[in-house]
């Protein structure tokens, strides 16, 4: 029997392997954010993709406060007090809007939380991904419990 040795063809195909896993664990965590985001810009938004932008930014702002900067701690909860006045706007008013300012803001949140992913590894962002699902009362649901683990396992 010939033993075949590794060569460049088998370390591309490796490599695009990973690259296309990685790929669909953006589409996972990190997509469905930015495109709830976009609702909103379109006023097109619902509950729902509120609590999208606001796990993913609940997410970032963890992750800021335990292993990035203070100033990045002060964006992160800049953004999470702009999310809740954001609700109680469509609690009063009955409509998921927000300003240009507020957009920018969500968007350069979802932004940083998705640099400080890729600078953490799946141990570090564990307690992270607790915290806002927790945050979110996603915990209580097995279904959703199950979900999440499984995301961050990958």
């Not at 695009?16 to 609702?39: C, G």
């Not at 927000?98 to 920018?104: C, L, M, N, Q, Y």
């Not at 400080?116 to 991904?129: G, I, N, R, V, Y």
């Amino acid at each position: 029997m010939v033993k075949l040795k590794a060569g460049p063809k088998t370390f591309q195909a490796r490599r695009a392997a990973k690259e296309a896993d990685r790929n669909e664990k953006w589409l996972l965590t990190t997509l469905p954010a930015h495109l709830s985001l976009k609702l909103f810009r379109d006023g097109e938004a619902t509950q729902e993709n509120w609590e999208v932008v606001c796990f993913r930014v609940s997410l970032g702002a963890e992750l800021a406060r335990l292993y990035f900067t203070e100033e990045a701690v002060e964006f992160m909860q800049e953004a999470e007090l702009t999310l809740r006045n954001v609700y109680a706007y469509a609690v009063l008013h009955d409509q998921w809007l927000v300003s240009t300012d507020e957009f920018i803001l969500f968007g350069w949140a979802l932004n940083l939380t998705d640099e400080m992913h890729e600078l953490t590894t799946k141990s570090e962002q564990m307690p992270a991904w607790v915290w806002a699902a927790n945050q979110m009362n996603l915990l209580q649901d097995p279904q959703l419990r199950q979900q999440l683990i499984n995301t961050v396992r990958g």
